[in-house]
């Protein structure tokens, strides 16, 4: 009989490194931790550097506007809010009128 042709030298036929077929540790349950977000801060936990948590008791027909204005956008409130609170200060900051901003932590340096 001839011989076969079949080898196992095919990348498709090989298992691997030695390295790669001892066992890993087992993958934990859950959602991933992500080191980096979590703060000292428990207003900023698990959010970027960018962000923190506030309560803000407002008008309730604010409050309305200011979720129409999200959903006519389709963008979520706190994006809503940013950009309502950015144009306000860009406008505020650009007329010389307007006081300047006093710095609220000025006295409170540690």
């Avoid at 390295?19 to 698990?46: F, H, M």
């Avoid at 860009?90 to 409170?108: A, C, F, I, M, V």
Wanted: glycine share 4%; with cysteine; hydrophobic share 25%.
């Amino acid at each position: 009989m001839a011989k076969s042709k079949l080898t196992f030298d095919n990348p498709i036929f090989t298992t691997g490194d030695a390295a790669e077929s001892e066992p890993t540790e087992k993958k934990r349950r859950g959602r991933p931790r992500r080191e980096e977000l979590i703060r000292d801060i428990s207003a900023q936990e698990g959010l970027t550097e960018d962000y923190t948590r506030f309560t803000v008791i407002c008008n309730t027909t604010n409050l309305k506007d200011l979720r129409d204005y999200a959903y006519t956008k389709r963008i979520p409130i706190k994006q809503a809010f940013d950009e309502i609170i950015e144009k306000f200060f860009q406008e505020y900051r650009s007329n010389p009128k307007n006081e300047k901003l006093l710095d609220h932590t000025r006295g409170n340096k540690k």
